[in-house]
């Protein structure tokens, strides 16, 4: 009795996003970016996202933990950008502000990949593979199967085995020894494939990369599709990553 008290009290909770916009996906800051150009010590970042190239104050957002130091320190330089349609679905797409080839390149990909998924029915199921990460991101792919994010009113499916997913989602830094087993996972998923390396860990091995343990991020071992930043992206973030991955959302937005 109390749940159904509960549920009368609360109401609908489940976002409508991608259908309607959703206020909290629209103002969560899930990344940083340059506001200026200016010279600044490189070093600033722990991880080495921030570029000087020449006037030009670049953010990798690859690489970036979102550990806010380059926004407290220098708030004349970088902000919070606000919105969680961070995916993409080119590497050098993900450094603000954009390298000049993005554009075409990102156009290429986009018809490829479009082309590979039209093959996909309604129903996606989707295969999570952890290559060493510190658990942050499965919190947040974990979410997407609650009540507020709900993929499966979007017919997304998480499947325990990769014999039956269309869509790989990757997380972790790609450690040496989940090489061999994340190969012969996407040699046992089915054609057409996608994948999704979710999370700075995934792209581009975070903090610790390269070293004796990892390799910098999952690139070095399997053929990506979708990249979404983030340390960790947010579940909003994760959803947008799968529907732009088949093909229901374009990477310019809704």
Known sequence: MPWVLRGLRNGVVTTSYPRKSDPYAEAFPAAVRPVANAPVDEALCPTGAIRSEGDVLRVD??????????VRERPELFSWVPGSETARLHRQALVV?????TDEAVELLRRALAARVRMFCRSVHVRHV???????EEWEVLALLNPVYDVHRLGIFFTASPRHADVLLITGAGSHGMAEPLRRTVEATPRP??????????ISGGLIAPSYAVAEGIGDLVDVDVWVPGSPPSPFS??????LAVGRISPEGR
């Open 238 to 243: 994760l959803l947008h990553a799968l529907l």
């Open 130 to 136: 952890d290559t060493g990460s510190d658990g942050s």
């Open 97 to 101: 502000p954009q390298l000049p080839e």
């Open 193 to 202: 494939l996608v994948v999704i390396a979710a999370g700075t860990d995934a």
């Open 61 to 70: 957002t690859a690489a970036c933990i979102l550990c806010g130091r380059c």
